[in-house]
């Protein structure tokens, strides 16, 4: 469910309207849904619209239940990855105990660092790596901190870098 109608496409109104319960005790009524796109590869259905919503609430199990995908969640964020299709992605980060929904930040995450100095939704901060350890890797490990910063990016697409962008990937890491 979302109050964000812009993140809506195909809004349609319900056949029967119904009603949406709170933990504070107050219900909402639902009369409209539309689908959210997070990726060319997934599309959510049937999402509940509920304008004084103040959250995008994703039901991971039903989304599990319609697509094979790998779901991981770690202390910043939560990655989506295909286990048919070949892709990754970002899907928010968290902030006070919720995981939030930041808008689609897929194969795009590596457009993304090469266009700006700080990705909207990759959740890469310079400082997180200093520049004394990124320059000591060899060349192995360096990719594996790439194929980590990238949302688990395969190797196949990663191989398409490149060196002129690793060295600018580098440079965002420094």
Do not use: W
């Amino acid at each position: 469910m979302t109050a964000n109608k812009a993140l809506l496409t195909n809004l349609r109104t319900l056949h029967k309207s119904g009603a949406v319960s709170f933990p504070d005790g107050t219900t909402q009524s639902v009369t409209l849904i539309g689908d959210v796109i997070l990726h060319p590869k997934i599309t959510l259905r049937n999402l509940l619209y509920i304008p004084a919503f103040k959250h995008n609430l994703l039901s991971i199990g039903r989304l599990l239940d319609r697509e094979r995908l790998l779901i991981q969640f770690s202390m910043g964020k939560c990655v989506i990855q295909g286990l048919v299709s070949d892709f990754s992605m970002i899907l928010g980060s968290r902030e006070g105990g919720l995981y939030k929904y930041r808008g689609v930040c897929a194969d795009s995450v590596v457009k993304t660092l090469f266009s700006s100095n700080k990705p909207q939704c990759a959740n890469v901060e310079k400082d997180v790596v200093s520049s004394s350890h990124v320059l000591s890797l060899d060349n192995k490990r360096l990719l594996d901190l790439f194929h980590a910063r990238l949302g688990h990016t395969s190797l196949v697409k990663m191989k398409h870098i490149n060196e002129l962008h690793c060295s600018e990937l580098q440079s965002f890491f420094l």
